[in-house]
């Protein structure tokens, strides 16, 4: 078990999306991460599906499981007045604090940046608002799709002529949000173990996701026109798609970058016409006859098995990888020899696979505990971080508090 | 010239990091330069290899510049060397022996046959942390299989949730595997410092960009573990009414009211329509289509979008994300690059930050942060600079001399 950040106690306010990954990184990696949630107002993301066939309650969401492993839950009422008093002292005793409500939501439990760390000043704080604490949108509603939407990424995604894609997922929730919001976190972590100085951290959703169109956005001020969607098609490589293979919606996406490419992925498909056709000889050729060139290879794919297909062309040193689907992805021999997945014994789901993190250390392994039922380890904290006796928290539990 | 001073307190402050990595790893070199960590960029003396992907404008001398580049090494120091030199090895090796991090993308035989696999890199460094960004990984079957972002995409999974439900599956543009192995690499670097501050001992970190991207499939991985049905892509008309991408006067929008259980957004967006006197809007209300179940079905899917469809078709998409979000409904502008420099937030914000270019010859607009620590509204320090730009600052910071080093350069090694 990676004991990296033993020593660092995380009060947890990161719901559904984007924070709630964060925070579980750091619990993997050895900090304790005190979730707050209540049977009042539970994380969203425990009503959200899937859940095993049969079960049901706030307990069995495969979804909620896949983002707070190593975590403990704190069954806490914030609509209760005295609430405040236990998240204060939660907060003294913590040396992060994160969050990703509405700007103000902290605030009014009276936890916001300047009172947390008036008691704590080493605390480093992280929020992580949609538009940023200030400004005009400061309050906008949003999801990781509409937040793609309105920073860039879906404007140039997909085929001419039609309704633009992006992703197809709330992709700033999964990768770039908790990413950069983890390593601002990280780094500020660093920082303190080294001066004692805490930090205040501020994550826009909307600003971090823009950064993944920063290229476009320097490129168009330095006089580009904004980029047009061109499906899988890139200007410096030909073939560059996806192409259909033997069984029904099978495809594998296939990136021909240099001539020698060109020529091993016609004798792997046993196209010696294609091969011998001087036209198609170079890249600016292939790509004067994108359309001809993209139907005759699909018109070979087409007869052979995706993964044969794959296996083949990385054999003659093409680049190409199957269009994995989740099933895949969870069969794929590569992944489970690096041990990507990770086997977990949930106490209310039972056996289920979730994710791991998505680098190994040699020094350092992840654990594979499990995400925590709704306040499974409310009085073990209340004990061993309060000092709360058991008759108070047995009054604080009855009174609709600790719920 | 030495590097400009940095705010004694930015959270890098004194951390060294040697970036020798490919399009694949450099934007996490950059991370780590924001946050005030001298990285210093070893390039090829051919050119820095993320200039190969674009996208590209001309350059003062006709020659395209990428501003993918010019992106990534923001706030970087770049030295050119020739690593495959024996020359170059020993000054690599010089560099890495004083830094903290080392990021590099190159496979394990090739590292092997430099001399500058894991063990010897720890034994010139026994402090080091080695940060690997590779496709699939340094070990695994398939640790020597060829990626671009395409393949990549394709090989994490996202790419099958991506496309028209009647066409191949579509990738997401801009190099977005590029980024994201990036950032997991940058966060792995960050725990291997911390590590180091924790037990005393480097680390070898082995970040793989195709789990980057499996780790963005959202619901697709559990659903198929649990129930075994296979999430495929939808296109621009996902699970609900009320959810997706619409056509618009001026473009699209892209919104989410109301979802799964809670319908008050849903209400908001139907009562918007009826004031405005919308046909159908009437037949949408009601607890019926407050129920999330009923928005799921495909007549109400279909329906929905005729209503909404001819609703938006006569406002434009700023008018539609005024409006909308003033009655708290999650909807927003597919915005391009150029409505974003027009985003009244992001004005508001001083979000972009021009920087005059020393390879373009020009100003370049950055985003100007990617978060905001500490209040500090730029993380701009320095511009991006021209390859080995700063060859002989910091061979002179490691001790070689003038003379040295005007022999290594009639070699070729710098």
Same mark, same amino acid.
């Given at each position: 078990?990676?004991?990296?950040?033993?020593?660092?106690? $995380?009060?947890?306010?990161?719901?559904? /999306?984007?924070?709630?990954?964060?925070?579980?990184? &750091?619990?993997?990696?050895?900090?304790?991460?005190?979730?707050?949630?209540?049977?009042?107002?539970?994380?969203?993301?425990? &009503?959200?599906?899937?859940?095993?066939?049969?079960?049901?309650? &706030?307990?069995?969401?495969?979804?909620?499981?896949?983002?707070?492993?190593?975590?403990?839950?704190?069954?806490?009422?914030?609509?209760?007045?005295?609430?405040?008093?236990?998240?204060?002292?939660?907060?003294?005793?913590?040396?992060?604090?994160?969050?990703?409500?509405?700007?103000?939501?902290?605030?009014?439990?009276?936890?916001?940046?300047?009172?947390?760390?008036?008691?704590?000043?080493?605390?480093?704080?992280?929020?992580?608002?949609?538009?940023?604490?200030?400004?005009?949108?400061?309050?906008?509603?949003?999801?990781?799709?509409?937040?793609?939407?309105?920073?860039?990424?879906?404007?140039?995604?997909?085929?001419? /002529?039609?309704?633009? &894609?992006?992703?197809g997922t709330h992709y700033p929730d999964h990768v770039p949000?908790?990413?950069?919001?983890?390593?601002?976190?990280?780094?500020?972590?660093?920082r303190r173990v080294r001066t004692g100085r805490g930090a205040?951290?501020?994550?826009?959703?909307?600003?971090?996701?823009?950064?993944?169109?920063?290229?476009?956005?320097?490129?168009?001020?330095?006089?580009?026109?904004?980029?047009?969607?061109?499906?899988?098609?890139?200007?410096?490589?030909?073939?560059?798609?996806?192409?259909?293979?033997?069984?029904?919606?099978?495809?594998?996406?296939?990136?021909?970058?240099?001539?020698?490419?060109?020529?091993?992925?016609?004798?792997?498909?046993?196209?010696?016409?294609?091969?011998?056709?001087?036209?198609?000889?170079?890249?600016?050729?292939?790509?004067?006859?994108?359309?001809?060139?993209?139907?005759?290879?699909?018109?070979?794919?087409?007869? $052979?098995?995706?993964?044969?297909?794959?296996?083949?062309?990385?054999?003659?040193?093409?680049?190409?990888?199957?269009?994995?689907?989740?099933?895949?992805?969870?069969?794929?021999?590569?992944?489970?020899?690096?041990?990507?997945?990770?086997?977990?014994?949930?106490?209310?789901? /039972?056996?289920?696979?979730?994710?791991?993190?998505?680098?190994?250390?040699?020094?350092?392994?992840?654990?594979?505990?499990?995400?925590?039922?709704?306040?499974?380890?409310?009085?073990?904290?209340?004990?061993? $971080?309060?000092?709360?006796?058991?008759?108070?928290?047995?009054?604080?539990?009855?009174?609709?508090?600790?719920? | 010239?030495?590097?400009?001073?940095?705010?004694?307190?930015?959270?890098?402050?004194?951390?060294?990091?040697?970036?020798?990595?490919?399009?694949?790893?450099?934007?996490?070199?950059?991370?780590?330069?924001?946050?005030?960590?001298?990285?210093?960029?070893?390039?090829?003396?051919?050119?820095?290899?993320?200039?190969?992907?674009?996208?590209?404008?001309?350059?003062?001398?006709?020659?395209?510049?990428?501003?993918? @580049?010019?992106?990534?090494?923001?706030?970087?120091?770049?030295?050119?060397?020739?690593?495959?030199? %024996?020359?170059?090895?020993?000054?690599?090796?010089?560099?890495?022996?004083?830094?903290?991090?080392?990021?590099?993308?190159?496979?394990?035989?090739?590292?092997?046959?430099?001399?500058?696999?894991?063990?010897?890199?720890?034994?010139?460094?026994?402090?080091?942390?080695?940060?690997?960004?590779?496709?699939?990984?340094?070990?695994?079957?398939?640790?020597?299989?060829?990626?671009?972002?395409?393949?990549?995409?394709?090989?994490?999974?996202?790419?099958?949730?991506?496309?028209?439900?009647?066409?191949?599956?579509?990738?997401?543009?801009?190099?977005?595997?590029?980024?994201?192995?990036?950032?997991?690499?940058?966060?792995?670097?960050?725990?291997?410092?911390?590590?180091?501050?924790?037990?005393?001992?480097?680390?070898?970190?082995?970040?793989?960009?195709?789990?980057?991207?499996?780790?963005?499939?959202?619901?697709?991985?559990?659903?198929?573990?649990?129930?075994g049905r296979v999430r495929r892509r939808l296109g621009e008309?996902?699970?609900?009414?009320?959810?997706?991408?619409?056509?618009?006067?001026?473009?699209?929008?892209?919104?989410?009211?109301?979802?799964?259980?809670?319908?008050?957004?849903?209400?908001?967006?139907?009562?918007?329509?009826?004031?405005?006197?919308?046909?159908?809007?009437?037949?949408?209300?009601?607890?019926?289509?407050?129920?999330?179940?009923?928005?799921?079905?495909?007549?109400?899917?279909?329906?929905? %979008?005729?209503?909404?469809?001819?609703?938006?078709?006569? %406002?434009?998409?700023?008018?539609?994300?005024?409006?909308?979000?003033?009655? %708290?409904?999650?909807?927003?502008?597919?915005?391009?690059?150029?409505?974003?420099?027009?985003?009244?937030?992001?004005?508001?914000?001083?979000?972009?930050?021009?920087?005059?270019?020393?390879?373009?010859?020009?100003?370049?607009?950055?985003?100007?942060?990617?978060?905001?620590?500490?209040?500090?509204?730029?993380?701009?320090?320095?511009?991006?600079?021209?390859?080995?730009?700063?060859?002989? @600052?910091?061979?002179?910071?490691?001790?070689?001399?003038? @003379?040295?080093?005007?022999?290594?350069?009639?070699?070729?090694?710098?």
């Amino acid at each position: 078990m990676a004991t990296v950040l033993s020593g660092e106690r $995380v009060l947890d306010y990161c719901w559904v /999306g984007a924070g709630a990954l964060v925070t579980q990184t &750091l619990a993997l990696y050895g900090a304790q991460v005190i979730k707050i949630e209540s049977r009042a107002r539970p994380d969203n993301l425990r &009503l959200s599906p899937p859940a095993k066939p049969g079960q049901t309650g &706030l307990d069995v969401s495969g979804y909620f499981a896949s983002r707070n492993s190593g975590k403990k839950s704190f069954a806490l009422n914030m609509a209760h007045p005295a609430a405040r008093d236990i998240a204060a002292a939660l907060a003294r005793a913590s040396t992060i604090v994160t969050s990703n409500f509405r700007p103000g939501v902290m605030d009014r439990w009276g936890l916001g940046y300047a009172d947390v760390a008036a008691a704590n000043p080493a605390v480093i704080y992280l929020s992580m608002p949609m538009q940023g604490n200030d400004g005009p949108h400061r309050d906008y509603v949003g999801f990781g799709s509409t937040i793609a939407a309105a920073a860039g990424l879906v404007h140039p995604s997909g085929l001419p /002529g039609r309704a633009p &894609l992006g992703t197809g997922t709330h992709y700033p929730d999964h990768v770039p949000n908790p990413g950069h919001a983890l390593v601002a976190l990280l780094s500020a972590v660093y920082r303190r173990v080294r001066t004692g100085r805490g930090a205040q951290i501020e994550l826009s959703q909307f600003e971090s996701t823009v950064n993944l169109v920063g290229p476009a956005l320097l490129a168009g001020s330095a006089g580009a026109p904004p980029p047009a969607p061109a499906g899988n098609r890139v200007p410096g490589a030909a073939p560059h798609g996806v192409f259909p293979c033997r069984e029904p919606d099978t495809w594998c996406a296939i990136a021909v970058g240099t001539d020698a490419q060109w020529a091993a992925l016609c004798t792997a498909l046993g196209r010696a016409d294609l091969l011998a056709d001087a036209r198609l000889g170079t890249l600016l050729g292939r790509k004067a006859h994108e359309d001809r060139l993209e139907e005759e290879i699909a018109a070979s794919s087409r007869t $052979v098995e995706a993964w044969a297909l794959m296996r083949r062309l990385q054999d003659a040193g093409v680049p190409a990888a199957v269009v994995a689907t989740a099933q895949d992805v969870l069969a794929d021999e590569h992944l489970r020899k690096r041990g990507y997945w990770v086997q977990q014994d949930h106490p209310a789901m /039972g056996a289920m696979t979730v994710a791991g993190l998505p680098f190994r250390s040699d020094v350092d392994e992840a654990g594979p505990t499990p995400a925590p039922l709704l306040g499974a380890d409310t009085w073990e904290i209340a004990e061993s $971080v309060l000092g709360m006796h058991r008759a108070e928290y047995e009054r604080l539990v009855a009174a609709g508090v600790l719920t | 010239m030495s590097p400009e001073p940095l705010e004694p307190l930015e959270p890098l402050a004194g951390v060294t990091v040697v970036d020798w990595t490919d399009h694949t790893g450099a934007y996490a070199g950059r991370l780590l330069a924001d946050l005030g960590a001298d990285v210093v960029r070893v390039v090829p003396p051919g050119g820095d290899p993320a200039a190969r992907v674009g996208p590209f404008v001309p350059g003062a001398d006709g020659r395209p510049v990428s501003t993918f @580049e010019r992106f990534v090494n923001l706030n970087k120091r770049s030295v050119a060397l020739d690593v495959a030199a %024996r020359d170059g090895r020993d000054v690599f090796l010089r560099l890495a022996g004083r830094a903290q991090v080392l990021l590099h993308t190159a496979a394990r035989p090739t590292l092997a046959a430099l001399g500058l696999g894991p063990d010897e890199l720890a034994a010139a460094n026994p402090g080091l942390v080695q940060v690997s960004v590779r496709p699939f990984g340094a070990t695994g079957p398939y640790r020597d299989h060829l990626a671009d972002d395409l393949v990549q995409l394709a090989a994490g999974g996202l790419l099958s949730l991506g496309g028209y439900a009647d066409t191949a599956p579509i990738a997401v543009a801009g190099h977005q595997t590029y980024l994201a192995g990036s950032i997991v690499a940058a966060g792995a670097a960050l725990l291997g410092l911390l590590g180091r501050l924790h037990d005393g001992r480097g680390r070898a970190m082995d970040v793989s960009v195709q789990e980057a991207i499996a780790g963005a499939l959202e619901d697709a991985v559990p659903t198929y573990d649990l129930t075994g049905r296979v999430r495929r892509r939808l296109g621009e008309v996902p699970r609900e009414a009320g959810t997706g991408t619409f056509p618009c006067r001026d473009g699209h929008v892209a919104m989410v009211a109301g979802r799964l259980g809670t319908a008050k957004a849903w209400t908001a967006l139907v009562r918007w329509m009826a004031e405005s006197g919308v046909d159908g809007a009437a037949e949408l209300t009601g607890p019926v289509w407050e129920d999330f179940r009923h928005r799921q079905s495909e007549p109400a899917i279909a329906r929905f %979008r005729e209503v909404f469809g001819a609703f938006a078709a006569t %406002r434009g998409k700023a008018e539609l994300y005024a409006e909308a979000q003033r009655r %708290r409904i999650a909807l927003a502008p597919v915005n391009d690059v150029t409505d974003l420099r027009a985003d009244a937030q992001l004005a508001h914000r001083g979000f972009f930050v021009p920087v005059d270019d020393p390879v373009l010859g020009a100003t370049l607009v950055y985003p100007g942060r990617v978060s905001l620590v500490d209040g500090r509204t730029t993380l701009v320090h320095r511009p991006a600079p021209a390859p080995g730009q700063h060859t002989g @600052e910091v061979l002179a910071e490691l001790g070689v001399g003038d @003379e040295q080093r005007t022999t290594l350069v009639a070699a070729g090694v710098l």
